[in-house]
């Protein structure tokens, strides 16, 4: 597994994983996404003006993480004092339009978790994770690589960058928000 911390000008982390799962697995992942219920767009984000039905989302209950099947060492021990407040993947294609947002409001601590779970993408293609300083300057882009997790302050302002019309499949996005358990 490889690991790449960012730290953005204000100070709020990205931690990076690559080849956290094998192939097999991988495989698993896309066929359970792709399998999903979709329904027609909402969003995660906090703004409900912003709202917009060009995406395909499926909602994902505690059982349905479980069957999925993303478990690992190194997840369970950086979330053990994390409680998921909600889970979905997000299926994005080129006319998909998507907003700067936070996860979270600033009464609550909290980290998001995406998996890219697709098996292969175009670099080409786009649909990079864009991520501002505490100003909403854009200043760090996540290329969106089959089977990368990023993990980071849910405070952190992010959107997904546009994908190219010569991209030939879905943008799939496994997404699980946590919340801090208080004490």
Known sequence: MK?????????????????VFPQHLRHYHILFVENSKYQLGTTSTLIQSQKNKTFF?????????ENFN????VFEKKFENYSIGQSWVLASSP???????????????????LYYVN????????????????YGECEIAVQFKPGRVVIFDSLIEHKPSAI???ADEFRFI???QFVLNQT
């Open 119 to 134: 098996t292969t993408w175009d670099k080409e293609w786009g649909g990079e994770t864009l991520f501002t300083n505490d």
């Open 70 to 73: 993303f478990n690992h060492e």
């Open 164 to 166: 190219s019309m010569s």
């Open 95 to 113: 006319l998909s339009t998507y907003y700067y947002h936070t996860d979270r409001n600033n009464n609550s601590n909290g980290l998001t978790l």
């Open 174 to 176: 496994f997404v699980i």
């Open 3 to 19: 690991y790449k911390k960012i730290t953005t000008s204000s100070d709020r982390i990205i931690e990076i994983y690559d080849d």
């Open 57 to 65: 989302q499926s909602r994902y209950s505690e059982e349905d993480i």
